[in-house]
């Protein structure tokens, strides 16, 4: 049925923001690529790498493993939204847990908004630091 489509679609978001969340507890990130549990990962940007112009979302890995560890002065150093997605990470956790909580009914139309709202705001946000990054060159 569509509810239980619902439900699962909503169980398999909220697995994945508690993954995530765990994961970033564990990751070690250096300036040569990820580390988890002794296992390594390069880990480059294309753009930076190629062109040598830091991608919208460059740093966010280390943003948030930062912020994961409360290190917020860091954090904020690898890039400036990194706490607001880890934010935006533990409001999902909740907003998820709240819908299958309610499930089969709807979250209510005011949570939804929020919900939509904070991912938009997330989105203009990149854009906008992006923009503040290149030096304007993108207006």
């Known amino acids: 049925s569509n509810k239980l489509k619902i439900r ?3 169980t398999v978001v909220l ?9 970033l507890r564990f990751i070690d ?3 040569l690529g990820m580390q988890v549990f002794g296992f390594k990962w390069p880990m ?13 979302l460059c740093g966010i890995t280390h943003s948030l493993c930062a912020t994961a560890r ?11 939204l990194g706490p607001a997605f880890f934010g935006f990470i533990i409001f999902e956790i909740v907003y998820r ?12 139309w ?3 908004k929020l919900h939509t709202g904070l991912i938009v705001l997330l989105v203009v946000a990149t854009f906008v ?3 503040i990054y290149l030096g304007g060159r993108l207006v």
């Open 29 to 31: 990130v250096d300036h």
């Open 44 to 56: 480059h940007c294309m753009l930076r790498h190629t062109f040598g112009v830091k991608c919208a």
């Open 110 to 112: 005011l949570i939804r």
């Open 15 to 23: 697995a994945v923001c508690l993954g995530l969340i765990v994961a």
């Open 97 to 108: 847990m709240w819908a299958i909580v309610v499930s089969p009914k709807r979250v209510s």
């Open 70 to 80: 409360g290190d917020i002065t860091s954090a904020l150093k690898y890039h400036p």
């Open 8 to 10: 699962s679609y909503h």
């Open 129 to 131: 630091n992006w923009v």
